[in-house]
Every structure is written in structure tokens, then in C-alpha cells.
């Protein structure tokens, strides 16, 4: 019999982990908070959920990256916080949907980056510019936990409120039907047309450029 090892228990551990889930009274309507753990990035990542589906409903979903700027401190630099709002406001008027909120700030190079990025923004280059003089890739973010969080919620099929194909792409490639994207282009200012644009030309990003004018 071979005795279970401190190394082979730790291999057994799933890389994704759901721990609890709560009530989340919010502004637009009442959601639940679902908490997930990441053993390999040690991060937490949350879903929140409106109303209630079965596994054959198409759900509406988003996946959110975080932007503290743009989601808590109100900024209108980026389109996050617009984003954000829209997607639950939609989710609440369809009666049930999904935001899958990935701990992942600054395109998965961090908060601290993302302010060295804005400083160099401040002196004129673009977003992709910025993240590749600090010398990373124009986006390092991973989907994979979205798998995870989707089969633990009853999710299989959705309906995904995104402009940036890689997340079409990315959810399509892990098995999850997508049956329709729902344009999110919300929250267009002064000070994020040149970022959206930059989106759009650089990062492939599907988004309504008369909007921009
Ligand atoms: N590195 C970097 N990250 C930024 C900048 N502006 C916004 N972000 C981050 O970009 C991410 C935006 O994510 P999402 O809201 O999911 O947007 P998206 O990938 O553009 O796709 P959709 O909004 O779904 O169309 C967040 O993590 C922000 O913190 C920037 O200038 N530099
Ligand atoms: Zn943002």
C-alpha cells in the first residue's frame, strides 16, 4: 500500500477551489457573492450570480477583469466601471445572469504596473506601448478559472456581453457554448476615446468606432 505522502496530498488538490457564497444586496438588485480560490496563483476571484437557471438555460454572463481604478474609484480613464454597471444592470432586467469577476488588474500585470503604464500614458504612449516598455505583453490574462467557476454554477451555455474576442475565444476553447455576444460599449469619455480606439486597432477589440467620434 503506498502511504500518502505531504507531497502527493498537495498534488491532489484541484488548482480551482470554490469556498462559499453569500447574499449581495447591490444598487441594481439583489445578487449572491461566490468566493473562489486559485492554489497555483494564490489569488481569490469571485462570480456573482442574480436570480436562478437550469443547466439547458442560456445564461448571460460577463467576465470582468478587475480594474480598481475604474470599478471602485470611479475613474473614466477606461471603460471598466461603465462595463461593470451595464453588465448588472442587464443581468437584473433579463432576471438571472452571471459576472465572473477575475482578480486579474491591469491585464494581469497588477496594480502597481498599471500605474507605471498610466504614467507613461501620461507622457504619450498608448496602452499597448506602455505595458511593452515595462516590458510585458499587451495582455497576460488566463481564463481558465472561468471553467471552474461556470461548472460549479450550472453554467454550460451563454450568452457572453463582451467586445474582446479572446474572451469568446477563450470560453469557446474550454468547452462552454457561446451563443451570442452582446456588445458592451458603454461609458465612452474624453479621456478613454484614444484607449478604446487603441483597443480596437491594436487588441483586435470588437468595438462600434462611431462611437468614438
Ligand atoms: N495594463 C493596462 N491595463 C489596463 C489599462 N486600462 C485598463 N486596464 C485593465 O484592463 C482590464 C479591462 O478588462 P475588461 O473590462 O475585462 O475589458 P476587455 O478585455 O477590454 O474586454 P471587454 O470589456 O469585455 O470588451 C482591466 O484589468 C483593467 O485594469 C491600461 O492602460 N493598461
Ligand atoms: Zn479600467
Not at 42 to 54: F, T, Y
Not at 78 to 92: P, R, Y
Request: proline share 2%; net charge positive; glycine share 8%.
Amino acid at each position: 500500500m503506498v502511504k500518502a505522502t505531504k507531497q502527493t496530498v498537495k498534488q491532489m488538490k484541484p488548482r480551482y477551489e470554490y469556498i462559499s457564497s453569500a447574499k449581495l444586496p447591490t444598487r441594481f438588485g439583489l445578487f449572491n457573492i461566490h468566493g473562489f480560490w486559485d492554489n497555483t496563483e494564490k489569488q481569490e476571484h469571485i462570480a456573482l450570480s442574480h436570480g436562478s437557471w437550469q443547466a439547458s438555460d442560456t445564461v448571460p454572463i460577463r467576465i470582468h477583469s478587475e480594474c480598481l481604478t475604474g470599478d471602485s474609484l470611479f475613474s473614466i480613464k477606461c471603460d471598466c466601471g461603465f462595463q461593470l454597471e451595464k453588465a448588472m444592470q442587464n443581468i437584473v432586467e433579463h432576471g438571472f445572469g452571471l459576472i465572473l469577476y477575475l482578480r486579474q488588474e491591469g491585464r494581469g500585470i497588477g496594480l502597481l504596473n498599471k500605474i507605471k503604464a498610466y504614467r507613461l500614458q501620461d507622457m504619450g504612449l498608448d496602452t499597448v506601448e506602455a505595458n511593452e516598455h515595462l516590458g510585458f505583453d499587451a495582455d497576460l490574462r488566463d481564463y481558465h478559472i472561468c471553467k471552474s467557476m461556470l461548472d460549479t454554477l450550472n453554467v454550460t451555455e451563454v450568452e457572453l456581453m463582451t467586445n474582446n474576442p479572446k474572451k469568446l475565444r477563450a470560453l469557446t476553447d474550454l468547452g462552454i457554448k457561446v451563443v451570442k455576444r452582446k456588445a458592451i460599449d458603454h461609458g465612452v469619455t474624453e479621456y478613454n476615446k484614444a484607449y478604446l480606439q487603441t483597443k480596437t486597432n491594436k487588441l483586435g477589440h470588437k468595438f462600434n468606432l462611431d462611437k468614438l467620434v
